[in-house]
């Protein structure tokens, strides 16, 4: 009995002791979490957050069927944000993505080429379809809802937003990115518009590798 | 024609074509000139199209392209092209293009073009449709826009000038 009572202030100085360590133990682990966060922020696809790239997505194809990435799965692949209304940017980075496939040989259909309209409003898939096969390659075009096309925008990071037009009509600014995904669905990296076609070449080459 | 075979001699013919439908690919109205006018063919049932041409000014005062009109869509419009931090934004333009004196002004890819707005009819690989181009000071003309496949970038015509 008296023991107990000798030992209940040491216990008590024990306990504080013990608490010390935890809450040094948790301070430690939290500033650790948050200097590693800082050095690989959440969205730069070249930290360890990659798989958290582009992700799910539900999109509908120019003969009507569902495409997932799970359905693109097992083949790297090129993705394009674009609409069939736009002059510029998307017929000549589709037009690229189909002269580099064509100079990779027989090593260019080792990638998918996906062209996902933003314009629901003017592109219905079937439009997308019959544009797509202007290229001379295949390119699998897709497009959505609202809210299917905010979820893959979202998970690539790509901003689209309808512009008014003087004449009521509207077009649409957009990401020019190229992003390369690898056949388990993780991002490799992006073509830009103003890379050579060289450059271009060589992360395909990367990229199916 | 001794010594010239019929070989050498339809060469000479396509050649004299070649050469004829080149040059007879630029217009001029006033002091402008137009310099081929191609456009991008399109899928069935594209309802937008997009044009593009050189337009150079020998006079001493200021032009623009205000606007214009073609039996293939239901309005012509002018537009600008912008990349802004991996964003592209197409703008109509308002108050025209302006084509400087004693230069030119450069519709192409990637910057100003010309869009044919609800198109009436698919715009085919090889064939030209008319436009007829107005200008704030020269009079009006109507060119031939040739459609060249979607791949292009640039004028087919002008490939031999290095562009």
Known sequence: MPDTEQNAPRSGLARLRTALWLVLAVATLVGIAVVYDRGHPVGDPSSGYASAFGGPFNLTAPDGSTVTEKVLAGKPYAIFFGFTRCPDVCPTSLARMARLRKQLGPDGMKFAIVFVSVDPGHDKPADLGNYVALFGTPIIGLTGTDAQLEQIKKGYGVYSAKVTQPGGDYTIDHTAAIYLMTANGEFSGTIDHQESDATALEKLKRLIA | ?163
């Open chain 2, 1 to 163: 024609m001794i010594g010239i075979s019929p070989k050498a001699l339809a060469l000479g013919a396509i050649v004299s074509l070649t050469a004829s439908a080149a040059m007879a690919h630029g217009y001029r109205s006033g002091a402008l000139s137009i310099q081929h006018p191609w456009s991008r063919e399109t899928a069935v049932g594209q309802a937008v199209g997009g044009g593009f041409l050189t337009i150079t000014n020998s006079g001493d005062r200021e032009d623009r392209l205000i606007s214009g009109t073609t039996p293939v869509a239901a309005e012509v419009q002018l537009h600008t092209m912008t990349m802004d931090g991996g964003v592209m934004r197409m703008r109509q333009v308002t108050g025209g293009i302006v084509v400087p004196t004693k230069g030119s002004v450069e519709l192409k890819p990637g910057g100003y073009h010309i869009m044919f707005m609800g198109l009436r009819r698919q715009l085919r690989q090889g064939e030209r449709f008319p436009v007829t181009l107005r200008f704030q000071r020269a009079r009006s003309v109507t060119v031939q826009f040739a459609v060249q496949p979607v791949t292009s970038t640039g004028p087919m015509e002008s490939s031999h000038a290095g562009h």
